[in-house]
């Protein structure tokens, strides 16, 4: 399992937000300069990460960008579900995706669930805060 490059993106973006955390709003431009990612692709994340309520955009005078709630209780799940919607391994288990050849005698089917539960899980125990630290030295 790969992240697509969006969620990837998304992550680093948040983690450039979440260590303004405190301080003076951040804005798009600036989360760019310090992240590396390009402009447009920022600006496109802010909007789909500010759609799920993990971002806050304030508009005028002292304007910018702030984490919605406080880095610690946003996870890495919340992150990638902003962007890449919910976490599934197969396409099997979404309402209306019926398009697999092994659908009528498939045995794993009923369990992917419990495994796209346990995934989201894991996911969602890494918090922003733990994302966001330096790079611990080995």
């Known amino acids: 399992m790969r992240l697509s490059s969006m969620a990837d993106y998304a992550v680093v973006t948040m983690c450039a937000a979440a260590r303004h ?29 500010s759609r799920a309520g993990l971002l806050r955009s304030v508009r005028g005078a002292g304007g910018g960008l702030k984490l919605a709630r406080p880095a610690a209780a946003i996870s890495l ?3 990638v579900e902003a962007v890449e919607g919910p976490i599934a391994l197969t396409a099997c288990v979404e309402q209306g995706k ?16 419990l495994v796209n539960e346990t995934l989201r899980g894991a996911l969602a125990g890494v918090p922003l805060t733990q994302l966001a630290q330096p790079e611990v030295p080995a």
């Open 21 to 49: 955390c405190g301080s003076a709003r951040v804005s798009a431009t600036e989360l760019s300069e310090e992240t590396g990612v390009p402009l447009p692709t920022v600006q496109k994340l802010v909007s789909l990460l």
């Open 77 to 79: 799940a919340d992150i």
């Open 98 to 113: 019926h398009d697999c050849a092994l659908e009528s005698c498939c045995n794993v089917r009923p369990h992917w669930g």
